[in-house]
């Protein structure tokens, strides 16, 4: 019964946490741990739930797809990595406790601890939309929780983007190529609006530049900030994307090609950290 359920909640969300399982089914952690570890045969991987092993179908994909990638980059260089507008979703919670390093301060050896009080996570969270190149950002939405998401809403934001090309991206909107899930309602409303992308596996967030470099950094500078309303979440990420040099996001785009070499080298199987 509660595998089944723990499994339902992980495949509409690859990013939940054991601790919002646990909450929402009412048992414990360790219980949830196991479950997901042991019976249903998960590990984490860039911050997603994905299979503990990768079939061997699966390793085939993406030893097929990532040498090609590879000849293309060694062929136009940058060029290519330029044209490549990445694209990814993420929840984002209005308060998420600060790391252990973050609340470490300075005191006298012969200072009293400082007290600690047991905060929680706020429940009230948005779905991130975001899509960068090599250049910055190119195009963010916000999705508030309890919204449907479905085909239609893909097809908005995919419009939305394209529109966003012939602004902010004039020079190169013809030459662009879409890195996204291949989540069979984000295939469907690319073909329709006549994106062009090039191929990205299935159950592959460690080759997805927002699930290895983008989110995890922007989260760490969300971590520990109080905000009480989605219009100040939205805030504090759009400042902080402001905030990132160019080069910033050039690297995470390289970070990619080192990560396809990495796959191919490992015969398919998952890169880690």
């Given amino acids: 019964m509660h595998q089944q359920k723990v499994d339902a909640m992980i495949v509409a969300n690859r ?9 929402a089914l009412d048992i414990s952690k360790e219980r949830v741990h196991h479950i997901i570890t042991v019976h249903l045969g998960y590990r984490k991987v860039s911050a997603r739930w994905v299979p503990r092993q990768l079939t061997v179908e699966m390793k ?3 030893k097929t797809i990532y040498p090609q990638l590879l000849e293309r980059f060694t062929h136009d260089c940058e060029r290519f990595l330029w044209s490549i507008i990445t694209g990814d979703e993420s929840w984002v919670h209005h308060y998420d406790l600060e790391s252990k390093m973050q609340s470490l301060q300075y005191r006298h050896k012969n200072s009293p601890a400082p007290k600690k009080f047991k905060v929680v996570a706020s429940a009230r969270k948005i779905l991130l939309t ?4 090599m250049e910055g950002i190119v195009h963010i939405e916000f999705l508030e929780q309890g919204t449907t998401i479905n085909s239609e809403r893909y097809v908005s934001t995919l419009r939305a983007l394209k529109d966003r090309l012939r602004w902010v991206r004039q020079d190169k909107v013809k030459d662009v190529v879409i890195q996204h899930d291949n989540a069979r309602q984000t295939q469907c409303a690319l073909q329709q609006l006549e994106l062009p992308t090039i191929p990205h596996p299935p159950y592959s967030p460690d080759l997805a530049p927002s699930d290895f470099f983008l989110f995890p950094l922007l989260k760490k500078h969300l971590k520990g900030n109080h905000n009480e309303t989605d219009p100040e979440v939205e805030a504090d990420v759009r400042s902080w994307c402001r905030s990132q040099t160019p080069e910033f996001f050039a690297d995470g785009m390289r970070k990619l090609v ?3 070499r990495l796959c191919i080298e ?3 199987d998952y890169v880690e950290k």
Wanted: aromatic share 14%.
């Fill in 60 to 62: 085939a994909q993406r």
């Fill in 130 to 133: 975001i899509f960068w190149d």
């Fill in 258 to 260: 080192q990560r396809w």
């Fill in 266 to 268: 490992c015969d398919g």
């Fill in 15 to 23: 990013r939940v946490k054991q601790k919002d399982i646990a909450n």
